[in-house]
């Protein structure tokens, strides 16, 4: 994927110099990482008939352990945030990663409901780096034109975890066990740190590094790295308008994360050997909406479109593209219903995408590692009372209808927050 641009002359690009690709395999790593992430953190949707069963769990014990993982998300995503903009990408992510892959192990040793949510507890603490460290390394490696679909790419691996995990788990656990899923997932996260030490470097230090391909990164006008305290980032409209947006719509991805496996096997009277594929599907399907809405948003702003029109414009598609999930529950045929889920799944991911890209557009550089992590973390509690909220309606109506129904309306109300406290998205100026 080459490009045609040049090097910086005189405050300006010189166009004709071809620029490089080292920034796509930061992209690559970025993007097995989220796959990864997403493995260790849908295990536990994929096994929830299993342990429901071995353990004897209600919803609202389901629902129990998925709260703690939020409130360790909550605490790490907002930690990780100054702890990526203090120590940079690489420490950063290298920090996070030992501490879910240690986490998730520790599943294959829980005997019940405390010691299972204290192993989530810890991954959610390890895996809240796990997009403040992305974010961060591509606000380092790509200029502003480039970031929506850099970072839809490497969104797109959650999609390719979700799918791998619903196909590879009920084989683990056909050949073994749910406990030995767990040690053998764990080999996936080691296996990336090590490439992750060997091949990732700030673009300034990374010997592979064209001068064409730095001038491209480069291009942006330059702005503050100094770290920016989270008192003076609290105090200003455009964060608000990043972090209500992840309260609206996390805990809907969470909820599709968590509860989808249980839904489709219950709605569908599938096993643990036939409802891997349609789940794979819905994901399947997602991939392809994060990156589609990336892709656009960036096509848009190289047509000529502000960032604010193109970042908004494609956010109110998705937003349309998720209101048929209201009457799902509705839909007799599995695949026509897998269809609609898909579509809402590939909708959330392209509006997500979106939506991370807003701290890198607006924020200087120093700022957007902490601005994540404060939006990480106010979307983790919407995901706290979500997963609460959750366990109560499915146990007390055995129906899924009104929480298909916020699903529905959710992306709408979180582009209307967008845009009432940031109308047109213009850079923020912040005195450290």
Known sequence: MEAQTGLHQAGHIQVGAKVGRVRWVV?????????????????????????????HWSETDFAAIVFWFQVA????????????????????YTIAIIIWTVSHMAH????????????????????????????RAVTDWFPQRERAFAIGVFNA???????????????LVLWFDWRMAFFVTGLFGIAWMVAWWLLYRHPEQHGRLSAAELAWIRQDPADPVEPIG????????????????????????????????????????????????PLAAIYLISDLGSIAGGWLSSRLIKAGRTPNVARKLTMLICAICVLPIWFVQGVDSMWWAVLIIGLATAAHQAFSANLYTLPSDVFPRGAVGSVVGIGGTVGAFGGMGMALFAGYILDATHSYEVLFAICASAYLV????????????????IEA
Request: net charge positive; glycine share 10%; no cysteine.
């Open 108 to 135: 294959g040793f829980a005997t019940g409901l405390v010691s299972f949510a204290l192993a989530r507890f810890g991954l959610g603490i390890g895996e809240s780096g796990n997009f403040p460290a992305g974010i």
């Open 414 to 429: 979180a582009l209307a927050v967008v845009h009432a406290l940031s109308p047109r998205l213009a850079p923020v100026r």
């Open 230 to 277: 989270w008192a003076r980032l609290l105090t200003v409209r455009e964060t608000w308008a990043y972090a209500l947006g992840k309260f609206l719509i996390d805990p809907i991805w969470w909820f599709f994360l968590f509860w989808l496996p249980g839904y489709l096997f219950t709605r569908y009277n599938l096993d643990l050997k036939s409802f891997g594929l």
């Open 73 to 92: 998300y909550a605490i790490g995503y907002l930690s990780f945030g100054k702890v990526v903009d203090a120590l940079g990408a690489r420490l950063g």
């Open 27 to 55: 992209v690559a790593l970025l993007f097995a990482a989220t796959a990864i992430n997403y493995i260790d953190r849908q295990m536990i949707g994929v096994l929830k008939p299993t342990l429901a069963a071995d353990f």
């Open 157 to 171: 691996g959650a999609n390719v975890g979700a799918i791998i995990t619903p196909l590879l788990v009920p084989l």
